[in-house]
Each structure stands twice: as structure tokens, then as C-alpha cells.
């Protein structure tokens, strides 16, 4: 790398700090996931009740939970977890969302009407009840817990599509790719997707962030991920009636979850901010 | 100096308000706010299962022909005395005389009458219906004598009549009991407040208690910090363990633990393999440590069980040493068995005994190279899956009828065991009356099941009642699911 | 504009109808018998099924549905299988405690959030502008239960200044009843704030290069009165918009924080209800949350038409 193309990437940086602080706790936060592939501290599920609610000590560096268990082991697999769920479940919502959103940008009339009351339908379900409604008809259990964020990234994701998909059809060269007689479908792959491409990212990343908070909220509520395998919500639900014993057991796994949301918000801001300031996204609760 | 000054005049002040307080206490204190964990779905005892609605309602606001105290004994309450007939199929039962319900109208042999009739109906929805099995006939001898002619001897008659389920209620208004109910306990209802708390008001001025709030604080620390902060008198069993902890240590509270019927075991589903084989029973057996899971899930409280049966009845034989923690010998065992790499599901209904011990359990069992997949699973979900459709390997569950051992002989329970050898004891035990050979043939299930290893016997939940100091008559044991609060008194 | 209106009232009921369908339709799939579960173990088959035809679960489930829907259509809602009373009086007792928490945490989120994002639209690229938006960047990474959780500790436990949960009721005073209110509404508020601080900021912003703006500053008008007189009331626009929808995400999202505070609302009663399998009470709560959405939508989208008429064309739907 020359000294020029790091002066200049210093100097993206210092424009972008969103960007550069958003990349470096989501580097942390998917770095802890890849190494507890390879190696964690201890055994996620080694339980040891002599060494129950331990504070932070060589062996155990930020100390042991209420069956013993170590905590930074359990927090590095949950966040394998949490980056599992919000990868299937945003990607659901990424490929169906956005072929429904430019399927009904690209033949609109009433493909496009339904796809926008079907959206406003399932927006009308707050996430929270349809998930603990899919989760008690079929268990607990990440799978589900996934299914249940997904279906409600849909339609976030085909509005934006459709949103996004629309604007670049009111443009001069998508309406002369129908000219020249190219169908729908290739001026989608053509102009359309390359054009929304970098407003999908940016939303992929926010809703990656809401993914995270819902999964955590649904394993607060017993509906997530089944023990002993670890998710942060998990760990927040078992240390409501401990916390006043040992704060540390309520205090740490959100604190991961709040590093992790926040270093993917910044991420989204800092990519929109570099593609193009004016990009519209949606945030919603 | 002026900053000394002005603290010690609050000190003394502190300790003056403090004195006057107490004296003014004690003199007019005749409230009693009760926490409780669960809220109770209705008020009507006659028409559900849930534990809360008696924890609200027995001995208090309703009252049967008998009733059991605090140590499991068999009273009188709105019978007076009664006869039995020679053969056992007949009881006579003299009423108390003078009782009126709530409304003001009188008790007499025809509530009974009715109360009985009701719960026997084909239309019938009381939640313990077989309590009134062996009942042919009720009948009003005269307004103040009743008449109960059994098909069969029931031995456990008088107790079965003191559960909640069998208390009496007036034909005028039975129907409404769910959200007004009148009994004729020395404490009525006043209001509910939904999803806050019941108050009962006593009906006798010289009642030491005259208001009675039980209120309703599903989080446990919730309940600490409401005792802390004198918004709770009592809370008659808190279901945080590690909560009495911090009481143990407060002068200002009294903590009681007590016993109740609960006993906590590891089901095992006997019909389906490989839990047909008794020696993958008997490993399981051997793989669990009692104590880290009494430990761990409960902080320590709670009696290590050898067997179906609590330690604090007369006839409770110690087996805890029978299959002693041993995972070498529970891995030889399974070698024996021709087992391995055994791969078992462990159903977790929501108390926290279930779910915790559950995490415990399923490391204990990988320990001896079980793999137990832990699936949480809602009571609705336990009732209908586990204990009606017996589809389960494993499942965590504390059983609190009182002596209800009886459960290994039924057919089709859901753990599946039939042995003819058990069933035999049980029926001479169901047509022997002499207490010692009773005693002698409940000591003889206790050991059968225990040998059969039919499922793993953890330990008896116990009883964590806190109280504020002074306040006399609780009931530290808990024989039935009940707040009897008729005999309680602040000093 | 009527006909729009028109048109969008029909889709706001096909909305429901289609919605009550699908709520219908899972309960049915839902496992677990509510007769079981009210009558315990020991429960024998004769009862359950005494029981199940006093709660009227012996008829189809078309009967079922169009007896619901047609109850609703003449406002008559059932008896809840485990509290035994009729539902709108139920949900009527959780209201007025779920109301209260959505709307002291909308207040609560709007003092917070406007000062804050107008503080930082006249501060654009200095410290306090990054002091802003820092804040709104960790407010809507802490997950509000978590806060609930922590405040509790500090707050309830380790201070005792609020109740660490539970709810007196309205009738032993205002002045408890708020008091135990104010730890779940700050939870609840928080990360609404920091979205809404983030808005307020653009919103300001945008008005603040306007042509009007420029004229009552060259006209001479005092900063402030600029500020909060011209600015702020144009601004209010897209404000309105979010805090519009978030009322209804307020009111689903009180189900987590109601959970941690055990405060008897509509999202505990939703809560256990489902676990209850007490289903004609969760399929009115769902409905009734669903229709919240609805309607609040229909609202903001009348309010755009109103403010530009151009909005009201088909294909120039907000969603778009």
C-alpha cells in the first residue's frame, strides 16, 4: 500500500468516524464468534457448582455464572448465535423482501398493490406477539426464533426494494432498456438491482442490529435459543432473580448486546453516509 | 460540630419515632398483606386446579365438612364429629350448628347435599372429581345430620373431604364463586383487584386479624424488595431459593423452612426404550448427584429423597443410598445394557426447579455419556405431551398431592410402569385399616419402586416462608396448598 | 380525498378481517387443550369434556370463528376461560394500566428527544452535536428490557426509591400508581427517544435551510424565537409521523418491559394468556394491538393527505 492510498484512507476515515468505530466493534463482536469456533476458554456447558458465581479471576476471566459455567466462554458462543440468527433471519428477509419489492416495482398494477397491503398486514402484527404465538405452537428453539424475526424482515425489505426499484424506473435509461425491447426481468438485473444495491446493504446492516434485540428479547422471554447452548437474552432472563446477588450475571450479557447493536447501527450510518447521504432506509422499533 | 450536632438530634429522633412506632404497632396492627407468587385464575375451588385459588380461598373464605392443619392431620370443621359403620361404607356427619354463608343465608344438610350432588354430576368440572369415586349417595338425614353411603370402603374419605375441591357452597350462589365468592369462612371477600390482590375482611370483630390482602408478585426479587420495604408482611413461600439467603441474615425477619408434598423426580418413560431395560433406569440412577442438583437449583434447600414418599411422614423408609452417585458404575451399567452414545430428550415444565435442575441434569448425564436435549415446554404443552400423551424420555416434576404414592399402581400413568408385584401390595394396603400393617406395606411400595429404579427421586421442595418478626401462626409446613391465615396474630 | 378515504377505510377493514383470519387460524394449530390446563392431572375425561362444552369448544371451529367475529361486529366479546369475565372487562383493567405506561413514555421520549435534536441541529458538526447523536447511538443499542433489568437494580434494589415491580391500582391513588410506573416508562422511553432525537436533528435541519426561515432571520427575529416559533412547528410534521407509529410499537413493545416489571397490563395478560391457552382472550388482545397499527397508520396517512393532497394519488402511498 502506497503512502498515498493510506493518507486517503485516513482521510475517509476521519469523514466517516460512524463508519471506522461501527467496524471496529463489529470486528470484535464477529472475531469473538469466529474463535469460539476453534477455541473457547472452557467448556460452554461444564457445570461446576462449587464455583458457582465466581468474580473474574485468572482462570476464569470474567468469572463463573450460577451452575459455575464460564461466562466470557458463554458470552463469545452467544455471539455465534446472535450472528447466526440475524444472518438466516435478515437473509430471509433480504432474498424474499426484495424479489417481491422489485417483482411489484417492475410489473406494478396488482402484484404491487398486493405486495403493499400484504406488507402492511404483517406490519400490523407487532413482531413480539406473532413470535411468542410461533414459538408456543412449535417450541422453543433458534430455528424458530429465526423463522419468527425473518417473516418480519419481509416486508421491510420488499418496501425498501420497491421503494428504491421505483425511483430507478422513473429514470431515462431504465425506460429506454423496455424500448430496446429487453424485458422486465433483465432491466431489473440490469439497472434496477445494481442501482439499490448499496440502500439493501445499509438496511441489511440496521435490521442485523434489530435482529440481535429481538432474538435477545425472545430468549429473555423463554422463547429462544433452548439451554444449555448460550444466547445473551438467555442469560439475562437467568440472572433476573441472581442479579442482586451477583450483578455481574445481569450487567454482562447486555452489555454484549448493546456493544454488538451499537457497533452495527454505526456500521449502517457509516455506510449509508459513504454511499450516498441522501439514501432512504427505514428504522423501525 | 454543628454537622455532629444535628445528626446525632436525627439519631435520637430516629429512635424516638422508631419506639413510638412500634408501640403504636403493636397496639394497632390487625392487617396481614400476604405475597404470593402466582395469581389464582378464579376464586372457586370447586371448578380448578390451580394451587393459588386455595392458597387464597381454604380455610379462609371456604370451609368443608373436614379439614387438614398444618401437619397433615384430619379435623373437624363444619362437621362436627361423625360416625363410621362397621363395614366402612356408611358415614354419618353431625353439621355444626349456627353457621351462616356470607350472604347471611344458614348453612344446613342441604348445602351439602347440593355441594356433593355437584361435584359427582355428569356435568361436572371439579379438578379432583375421583376424590368423590367411592360416594353412591348424599343424603340430608335431617337439617343438621348427612348421610354419605359409599360403593366401596375409602379409607381416605375424611382426608379427601378436607381437600379444597370437596369444601361446601350454597345453591344460590355456586354459580358465581369464580369472582364473588361466598363461603362460610371466618374471612369474606371484598374485592379483587385483577392482577394485584384479593382482600378478605373477617366477619368476627375479635378475628386478631381483620384485613387480609393477598397480593400477587410473580418476580421473586420483587417480592424481597416489597418485605424489605414493609410493603408485604409475609411471603408464605418464595420461589427464589437464593432469596432467603438474604432474609436468613435480617433481624427484622422471622425465616421458615418447612416442609411440603412435593416430591421432585426425574420421570423416565418405562414403556419406551431404552428405559424398558431396568439397568438403564438404574444407571441414570447412578449418573445424578442429589446434592449438586439440590445445591445448584435450589441453594441448598430441599430433603434428598430415595424414594416416592415424604421424609417427614412416620412411614418414610430412608433409600437415598440405593443408588449412590457413581458414573462409573452408571457407564458400566449402560455398557451392560448394550447402550451407548444414548441420545434422550428432558421435558422442562417452567418452575424454576424444573429448569434449573434440568441444566444440572443434562451435564450430570453427559458426564456418564448421555446426551439429554433440553426442551422447555409450557404447562399446557407438559399436560397434553407429557402427562396425558406420555411422549417424552425425560422430564423434570415435582409431585404435591399428599400420599400419592398411589400413582404406581394406576394403569396408563405417564411413566408407564406396571408391575402385578406393586399393584398386589397396593390393593391389600387400599383394604388394610391397623396402622402398623399399613405402615409395614407403604414401607414395602416405597422399596419396590426404588427398586425398579421406575424413575430418579431428587428431593422434597421445601417451604421458604419469610415473615416480619412478630407475627405468630403461620404455617411453616405446607400438608395442602393453603394461606390458612384463621389462626394467625401479630404479637 | 373522500373517495380516497373511502378506499382506505374498506382496505383498513379487509386488513382486519384478513388479520383476524390468520390469528384464528394459528390459535387453532396452538397445542395444548385450555380445559387441561385449568383442570390439572388429575383431571378425568368426563370433566374435560364437560368442561370443554360449558366453554363452547365442542362446535366447529367455523362456528367458532364467525361466532367471534360476529360478536365483535356487534361489540359483545366472550367470557375468558380462566378469569371468568367478560373480556372487554379485562382488557378494559389492563388498558388502564398500558395506557398510561405507552403514553408517560411517549411524553417522556418527546421532552427528552426535541430539546436534545434541536440542541444538536443548531450545533451541526461540533461537540455537542457528536454528544447527541453519541447518546442516540447507545440508546438504541441498549435493549430496553436490559435497561428495565438494570434500573431496577439500581433503582429499586440497591436505592429503594421505586418499587422493584408490581402495580397498587389506579384506586390507591394516582400518586403510588404513577410512582410504579415511572421505572418502566423510562425503560420503554429511552430508545424511542434516541430515534426520535435523531428525526427531530434532520427534521430541523432541513427546515432551517428553507426559504422562510432565512426571510423571518433577515426580517431580524430573535435566534430563539426563529428556532422554536418557525422551525420547530414545521418540523413537527415528520415528528408526529414517528411518534404515530411508535404509539403502536409502544404498545406491543410494553409486553417485554410489563414482563420484567410484572405490571399488570395488556402485554402480561398476552403473555400468560397464551400460556394459559386462555385463546379467546389472546385472539381479542391481538386483534385489538393489530387494529392499534391499523388505524394509526390510516391516521398518519389522512394527516399527510392533508398536508399535501398530492399524497392521496394512487402510487404515492407513503410505504412507497
Excluded: C
Excluded at chain 1, 30 to 48: E, G, I, K, N, R
Excluded at chain 1, 115 to 136: C, E, K, N
Excluded at chain 3, 285 to 314: E, G, M, Q
Amino acid at each position: 500500500m502506497t503512502a498515498r492510498a493510506i493518507h486517503a484512507g485516513r482521510a475517509r476515515a476521519a469523514r466517516h468516524p460512524n463508519l471506522v468505530i461501527g467496524a471496529v466493534l463489529t470486528g470484535v463482536f464477529v472475531a469473538a464468534a469466529l474463535v469460539s469456533l476453534v477455541w473457547t476458554p472452557h467448556a460452554f456447558d461444564a457445570v461446576a457448582i462449587a464455583e458457582r458465581m465466581q468474580g473474574p479471576s485468572a482462570a476464569h476471566w470474567l468469572g463463573t455464572d450460577q451452575f459455575g459455567r464460564d461466562i466470557l466462554t458463554r458470552l463469545m458462543i452467544g455471539a455465534r448465535n446472535s450472528i447466526v440468527v440475524g444472518v438466516v433471519a435478515v437473509g430471509i428477509g433480504l432474498t424474499v423482501g426484495t424479489v417481491l419489492g422489485l417483482a411489484a416495482a417492475a410489473r406494478g398494477g396488482w402484484l404491487d398493490e398486493l405486495v403493499a397491503r400484504g406488507a402492511d398486514i404483517v406490519f400490523a402484527f407487532p413482531a413480539i406477539v406473532s413470535a411468542i404465538l410461533i414459538t408456543a405452537t412449535f417450541g422453543p428453539g433458534a430455528i424458530n426464533a429465526i423463522v419468527a424475526i425473518g417473516i418480519f424482515n419481509v416486508p421491510v425489505f420488499a418496501r425498501v426494494a420497491r421503494g428504491a426499484a421505483r425511483q430507478v424506473w422513473g429514470l431515462e435509461y431504465a425506460r429506454a432498456g423496455l424500448a430496446i425491447g429487453k424485458s422486465g426481468f433483465a432491466v431489473t438485473r440490469d439497472h434496477v438491482l445494481p442501482n439499490i444495491a448499496s440502500v439493501l446493504i445499509v438496511q441489511a446492516t440496521i435490521q442485523f442490529a434489530v435482529a440481535i434485540l429481538a432474538e435477545a428479547a425472545l430468549a429473555y422471554l423463554g422463547l429462544g435459543t433452548r439451554p444449555p447452548a448460550p444466547s445473551w437474552g438467555r442469560m439475562l432472563f437467568d440472572a433476573q432473580t441472581l442479579m442482586a446477588l451477583d450483578p455481574k450475571l445481569a450487567v454482562l450479557p447486555g452489555a454484549a448486546i448493546a456493544f454488538a447493536v451499537l457497533g452495527l447501527n454505526l456500521l449502517g450510518d457509516g455506510l449509508r453516509d459513504m454511499l450516498d447521504p441522501r439514501l432512504r432506509t427505514e428504522r423501525i422499533g | 460540630m454543628n454537622k455532629l450536632l444535628s445528626g446525632a438530634a436525627l439519631a435520637a429522633a430516629m429512635v424516638s419515632s422508631m419506639l413510638l412506632g412500634t408501640a403504636a404497632y403493636a397496639q394497632s396492627k390487625d392487617t396481614l398483606t400476604l405475597g404470593m407468587t402466582l395469581e389464582p385464575p378464579h376464586l372457586d375451588p370447586t371448578a380448578g386446579a390451580a394451587a393459588a385459588i386455595d392458597e387464597v380461598v381454604y380455610a379462609n373464605l371456604f370451609e368443608g365438612l373436614t379439614r387438614i392443619d398444618e401437619n397433615g392431620v384430619v379435623r373437624p370443621q363444619l362437621a362436627e364429629s361423625w360416625t363410621v359403620s362397621g363395614d366402612g361404607l356408611s358415614y354419618s356427619f353431625n353439621l355444626k350448628r349456627g353457621v351462616t354463608f356470607h350472604d347471611g343465608s344458614a348453612f344446613d344438610a342441604s348445602d351439602v347435599v347440593f355441594s356433593f350432588d355437584r361435584a359427582r354430576a355428569a356435568d361436572s368440572v371439579n379438578a379432583q372429581k375421583q376424590l368423590f369415586a367411592a360416594i353412591d349417595k348424599v343424603e340430608a338425614v335431617d337439617p343438621h345430620t348427612v348421610r354419605i353411603i359409599l360403593s366401596r370402603p375409602e379409607g381416605g374419605l375424611l382426608f379427601n373431604l378436607g381437600w379444597g375441591d370437596a369444601v361446601i357452597v350454597a345453591p344460590e350462589t355456586a354459580h358465581a364463586n369464580k369472582s364473588q365468592p361466598v363461603g362460610t369462612g371466618p374471612f369474606a371477600f371484598v374485592r379483587w383487584v385483577k392482577g394485584d390482590r384479593v382482600e378478605l375482611k373477617a366477619r368476627d370483630a375479635a378475628q386478631p386479624i381483620q384485613t387480609v390482602t393477598f397480593r400477587f408478585v410473580p418476580d421473586p426479587s420483587a417480592q424481597i424488595a416489597a418485605l424489605k420495604a414493609g410493603d408485604l408482611d409475609a411471603v408464605s413461600n418464595l420461589n427464589a431459593p437464593e432469596a432467603v439467603i438474604a432474609f436468613q441474615a435480617d433481624a427484622n425477619f422471622e425465616v421458615a423452612v418447612g416442609s411440603t408434598e412435593g416430591e421432585t423426580i426425574i420421570a423416565m418413560n418405562n414403556a419406551r426404550p431404552p428405559f424398558d431395560d431396568i439397568r438403564v433406569r438404574r444407571a441414570i440412577a447412578h449418573a445424578i448427584d442429589r446434592k449438586a442438583i439440590i445445591d445448584g437449583a435450589m441453594f441448598g434447600f430441599g430433603t434428598p429423597i430415595g424414594t416416592h414418599f415424604a421424609p417427614h411422614n412416620p412411614a418414610y423408609v430412608e433409600l437415598t443410598g440405593t443408588y449412590p452417585h457413581d458414573p462409573d458404575k452408571a457407564r458400566a451399567l449402560l455398557a451392560e445394557a448394550g447402550q451407548s452414545n444414548l441420545k434422550l430428550t428432558l421435558k422442562l415444565p417452567p418452575p424454576t426447579y424444573a429448569r434449573r435442575g434440568g441444566e444440572i441434569i443434562a451435564a450430570q448425564l453427559k458426564a456418564v455419556g448421555i446426551e439429554a436435549e433440553i426442551t422447555p415446554v409450557e404447562w399446557a404443552q407438559w399436560l397434553e405431551q407429557v402427562f396425558r400423551g406420555t411422549d417424552y424420555d425425560l422430564t423434570i416434576v415435582s409431585h404435591t398431592e399428599p400420599f400419592d404414592i398411589g400413582i404406581y399402581a394406576r394403569d396408563k400413568y405417564y411413566f408407564n410402569y406396571d408391575s402385578s408385584t406393586l399393584k398386589a401390595v397396593m390393593a391389600r394396603l387400599n383394604e388394610t385399616g391397623d396402622p402398623d400393617a399399613r405402615r409395614a406395606l407403604v414401607g414395602q411400595v416405597q422399596k419396590i419402586i426404588t427398586d425398579d429404579s421406575v424413575n430418579v427421586y431428587l428431593f422434597q421442595l421445601a417451604k421458604l416462608g419469610v415473615w416480619r418478626k412478630g407475627l405468630e401462626g403461620m404455617w411453616r409446613n405446607s400438608p395442602v396448598q393453603a394461606n390458612d391465615v384463621t389462626g394467625v396474630r401479630w404479637k | 380525498m373522500l373517495t380516497y378515504i373511502v378506499r382506505r377505510l374498506f382496505v383498513l377493514l379487509a386488513t382486519l378481517v384478513v388479520a383476524s383470519a390468520a390469528i384464528f387460524l394459528v390459535l387453532e394449530v396452538l397445542p395444548g387443550d385450555p380445559a387441561l390446563v385449568i383442570l390439572g392431572t388429575e383431571a378425568r375425561d368426563d370433566t374435560l369434556a364437560a368442561l370443554r362444552a360449558q366453554m363452547g369448544l365442542d362446535r366447529p371451529a367455523l362456528v367458532r370463528y364467525l361466532a367471534w367475529i360476529g360478536g365483535l361486529a356487534t361489540g359483545v366479546t366472550g367470557i375468558s376461560h380462566t378469569y371468568a369475565v367478560p373480556i372487554s372487562q379485562l382488557i378494559g383493567e389492563r388498558l388502564a394500566v398500558t395506557l398510561p405506561l405507552a403514553l408517560i413514555s411517549l411524553a417522556l421520549s418527546t421532552a427528552i428527544a426535541v430539546p436534545l435534536g434541536m440542541f444538536a441541529a443548531t450545533r451541526r458538526g461540533r461537540p455537542g452535536d457528536y454528544g447527541v447523536m453519541g447518546f442516540s447511538q447507545v440508546g438504541m443499542a441498549i435493549p430496553n428490557f436490559w435497561f428495565a433489568i438494570l434500573s431496577i437494580l439500581v433503582f429499586a434494589v440497591a436505592l429503594g426509591w421505586f418499587p422493584a415491580a408490581g402495580f397498587p391500582g389506579w384506586d390507591a391513588g394516582p400518586g403510588p400508581a404513577l410512582w410504579a410506573l415511572v421505572l418502566p416508562a423510562f425503560s420503554l422511553a429511552l430508545p424511542e427517544a434516541a430515534i426520535l432525537a435523531r428525526v427531530t436533528r434532520t427534521a430541523v435541519l432541513e427546515t432551517l435551510g428553507a426559504d422562510y426561515v432565512r426571510t423571518a432571520r433577515a426580517k431580524g427575529l430573535a435566534e430563539r424565537r426563529v428556532l422554536w416559533g418557525h422551525v420547530l412547528r414545521n418540523a413537527l410534521v415528520p415528528m408526529t409521523t414517528i411518534l404515530g407509529l411508535q404509539f403502536a410499537f409502544l404498545l406491543a413493545g410494553s409486553i417485554v418491559v410489563e414482563n420484567v416489571f410484572a405490571l399488570p397490563g395488556l402485554g402480561r395478560l398476552i403473555f400468560q394468556a397464551v400460556s394459559q391457552r386462555d385463546l379467546v382472550v389472546v385472539r381479542d388482545v391481538v386483534l385489538l394491538l393489530v387494529a392499534a397499527v391499523v388505524i394509526v397508520n390510516f391516521l398518519v396517512d389522512l394527516a399527510y393527505t392533508a398536508v399535501d393532497p398530492r399524497a392521496s394519488k394512487p402510487g404515492h402511498g407513503r410505504a412507497g
